[in-house]
């Protein structure tokens, strides 16, 4: 059973708390993590607060974009992949330069 007091792995495991969570580890480390929090009730404690608020956005941000803004968002990195296609190509650093957004074009002058 757990004893209660903090031990030399806590911040290791609490490092990759979210990937437990998700089942985002090897076999291996799932199970050494699992063996830890049977084993260390502040970080079981710790584990418990991080999935509440896992479960808690899930809940409340759980909302899909309209599909009209999805489109647009796609054509969007549609026009500056093609921009970027064609600056690496024969096309210049002018070329479709009107249909790259503002902020695009200011990182590039930055860069």
């Known amino acids: 059973m757990s004893c209660g007091h903090p031990h030399d792995d806590c911040a290791s495991v609490l490092e990759h708390v979210y990937e437990y969570i998700d089942h985002e580890m090897a076999d291996d480390d799932l199970a050494t993590v699992k063996q830890h ?28 974009a309209p599909e009209d803004l999805r489109v647009k968002v796609l054509s969007k990195i549609r026009q500056v992949q ?14 479709d330069a009107a249909d790259v957004p503002a902020g695009a074009k200011q990182a590039s002058a930055l860069s």
């Open 82 to 95: 093609a921009g970027a296609a064609a600056d690496a190509g024969c096309g210049g650093p002018e070329a």
């Open 37 to 64: 929090l049977d084993d260390c009730t502040p970080c079981l404690a710790e584990y418990g607060l991080e999935q509440a608020v896992k479960a808690l956005v899930h809940r409340c941000c759980s909302e899909v």
